[in-house]
């Protein structure tokens, strides 16, 4: 893949007639439908508005929530919940504020400590004491945050290629990302997303959705940052991370070093053939092997 490599031409820009908005959820409906599991989806309430929530697997299995990257919303784990979902019962997570199903009318979700909350009371909605926890990129930081916010209630953490979790992200990432930020659509989002993956074949369904996304409008992003050494040092919950073996986010040698360092009862690993922005979707047999491994 090169990043220069023109739009499809299929994605229409949002509008104030609200066609983008009923693309986008098609789009967001057709990679759903990908999910190889029954699924339910629920609108929990909160202070916050109301967050969606697809679950599957058996009732009485082990609880674990999905906390999805940036952008990708609760969907992208398609290729994952039909393992996961043998022997937990799997909550996957639309972030409030983010792309998605959820809706942010309620107080604004505008940093960590109101992450925290509302991620409180999810756990109050959904009737768990407490859960295992799996967060690929953003996703990831809120889930190693919450850990560190609430370790009674998390069982297990499995955090994948997370971002700004141990080290920050490359420069290059950054700069690349920043014209999304200042004037998102979706051929930069394609273009962005074509560059990070660097050939690595991207399931075109949810890329149609991500881009789809970049042009419906969301919150502010809370800004990550690293959390307290001293927090991480403190922590006592099992952690695994798992890195992209061909992430351009970071330099995953560092991340890996500075996690063990921090966190010395962590287990790390890497996804091999997988770039930051193809986990889950890509390549999964791997990854589904080592979640299930570490969260049994």
């Not at 999304?180 to 149609?208: K, Q, S």
């Not at 403190?234 to 992430?247: H, I, R, Y």
């Amino acid at each position: 893949m090169t990043d220069d490599r023109a739009p499809d031409p299929g994605l229409p820009p949002a509008d104030s007639t609200g066609q983008g908005h009923v693309e986008y959820f098609a789009a967001y409906d057709a990679v759903l439908a990908q999910w190889p599991v029954a699924v339910e989806s629920v609108d929990l309430p909160s202070p916050y508005g109301m967050t969606r929530v697809h679950s599957c697997g058996p009732r009485d299995g082990k609880p674990l929530i999905l906390l999805h990257g940036s952008g990708a919303t609760s969907t992208v784990w398609f290729a994952n919940v039909g393992a996961l979902g043998r022997a937990h019962r799997v909550y996957a997570i639309d972030i409030i504020g983010n792309a998605g199903r959820s809706v942010n009318d309620g107080r604004p979700v505008d940093t960590r400590a109101r992450f925290m909350d509302w991620l409180d009371g999810l756990f109050s909605g959904l009737s768990l004491d407490g859960a295992s926890l799996c967060g690929h990129s953003y996703g990831g930081w809120l889930a190693l945050n919450y850990a560190l916010h609430a370790p009674h209630r998390v069982h297990k953490l499995a955090l994948l290629d997370p971002t700004d979790c141990f080290t920050g992200l490359r420069l290059s990432y950054r700069l690349r990302a920043v014209p999304i930020f200042v004037r998102p659509n979706a051929a930069r989002m394609r273009a962005f997303l074509y560059w990070e993956t660097a050939g690595i074949p991207v399931d075109p369904a949810w890329l149609r959705l991500v881009c789809l996304g970049a042009e419906v409008p969301r919150a502010k992003v809370v800004m990550p940052r690293s959390p307290d050494p001293d927090r991480l040092r403190a922590s006592s919950v099992p952690t695994l991370l798992l890195l992209a073996e061909k992430s351009r986010a970071h330099d995953i040698r560092k991340v890996s070093a500075k996690a063990r360092e921090l966190m010395p009862h962590i287990v790390t690993a890497v996804l091999p053939a997988v770039s930051h922005h193809s986990v889950p979707t890509e390549n999964p047999a791997h990854l589904n092997r080592e979640l299930v491994e570490f969260l049994s």
